[in-house]
């Protein structure tokens, strides 16, 4: 089966024809961040090796998925508001934030992660 897609004008993001994103949207709150996620020298050097491959095919799986709720089966995951935390690896914790201008964000209506499709890294905590 094959899957139509155009390109999104306004971001540059794939769509389908029916308007979903084919892959997630991954921003980074800081610049440092974006650099150990982007560079696999920062990465190994900031996480360590193991934690860095378990980091890796994460964040892979979250660039392949289509919403969140795609990803949460396959790691310890921790919700709370408009947050997510992903434990890839005993010891690494990824915190999340759903970065999505449609999801609504107030503690009386909770986050419906199975259409979150954009995603801010806010935070990795390492205790290695």
């Known amino acids: 089966m094959y899957r139509l897609a155009s ?3 306004r971001n540059g ?3 389908s024809m029916v308007g ?5 949207e991954i921003a980074f709150s800081t610049q440092s961040l974006r650099s150990i996620c982007e560079n696999e020298a920062v990465m ?3 996480l360590g090796r193991a934690a860095a491959q378990a980091f890796q095919v ?4 979250l660039r392949a998925a289509t919403t ?17 935390e992903l434990a890839p690896t005993e010891g690494l914790c990824v ?19 199975k259409i979150v499709s954009r995603l801010k890294i806010m935070e990795i905590v390492h205790r290695g």
């Not at 979903?20 to 997630?24: F, I």
């Not at 969140?68 to 919700?79: I, L, M, S």
Request: net charge neutral; aromatic share 6%; proline share 2%.
């Open 13 to 15: 993001a794939m769509t």
């Open 20 to 24: 979903r994103e084919l892959e997630m």
């Open 68 to 84: 969140v709720a795609d990803v949460t089966a396959n790691y310890a995951a921790e919700f709370s508001g408009s947050e997510i």
């Open 58 to 61: 994460c964040l892979a799986d």
């Open 44 to 46: 190994n050097q900031k």
């Open 95 to 113: 915190r999340l934030r759903a970065n999505d201008s449609k999801i609504r964000k107030s503690k009386n209506n909770p986050v419906d992660w």
């Open 7 to 9: 390109a999104n004008s």
